[in-house]
């Protein structure tokens, strides 16, 4: 996937989605259609999405899937968190209608901020008169985000929705489990047990814990069982 900076280095979009995060990653159970809706972006039956869950329901891991199923198919895509540039000017948001397929994430984070529910308003329009691609993610449907602009609810709900189902602990243990398989480990029952007892359980957090026990095992070559995890987590 081409790099956003090298097509706008005057906004240093540095935003980009972990290629590690794709769709063979992405355990449905559930949300079956919105996975086959994300991976016919990058073909000519592609509707335009909003993806809207709880937190831990996986809207983010789609979105970043999303721009790689465009880089793949040999597009460029650009993921704006904006957990992470809410705080920045909108104006990065400028001249994205050049890419292939924008995602914006945890859209809900700009309610009451009349410069950035503007600035996507915009995007929304320019990316559409441009025959691009907009898939956006949130917490709530569009009429429960508490957005200030009339016009930007109205673009939203008329994008093709999809709520996704909210993990449950059956789910939790299949997405630590492909997880760690991905990194070529394995992860005892008993493991995966003792960690969702232990962590959070929201879906980010134990990617997260995952990532430094992969780590710790790889520097130590020891197993991923209940002794070496507390040992690594300080239990």
Do not use: K
Not at 138 to 147: E, K, R, V
């Amino acid at each position: 996937m081409n790099h956003p900076g090298a097509l706008f280095p005057q906004l240093a979009l540095d935003f980009r989605p972990d290629p590690t995060v794709d769709l063979a990653a992405f355990v449905p159970d559930g949300n079956e259609e919105a996975v086959a809706l994300v991976r016919a972006l990058a073909t000519p039956a592609a509707q335009w999405l909003y993806v809207w869950g709880s937190s831990g329901s996986g809207r983010s891991h789609l979105l970043q899937a999303a721009c790689g199923c465009i880089g793949d198919a040999g597009g460029t895509a650009v993921y704006i968190p904006l957990a992470e540039c809410r705080h920045r000017s909108p104006d990065l948001l400028a001249g994205l209608e050049r890419v292939a397929l924008v995602a914006i994430d945890d859209l809900q984070l700009i309610a009451g901020q009349p410069a950035w529910e503007e600035a996507v308003f915009h995007c929304y329009n320019r990316v559409r008169d441009a025959g691009g691609q907009l898939v956006v993610a949130a917490d709530q449907a569009p009429d429960g985000l508490g957005l200030g602009l009339a016009d930007l609810v109205s673009r939203l709900q008329a994008l093709l929705r999809l709520r996704l189902s909210p993990p449950d602990d059956a789910r939790r243990r299949r997405v630590l489990a492909a997880a760690v398989a991905r990194r070529g480990l394995d992860l005892p029952a008993a493991s995966a047990d003792y960690l969702l007892t232990r962590e959070a359980r929201d879906l980010r957090h134990l990617m997260a814990v995952v990532a430094r026990l992969d780590e710790a095992s790889l520097r130590s070559g020891r197993r991923l069982t209940v002794p070496f995890i507390r040992t690594v987590l300080g239990y």
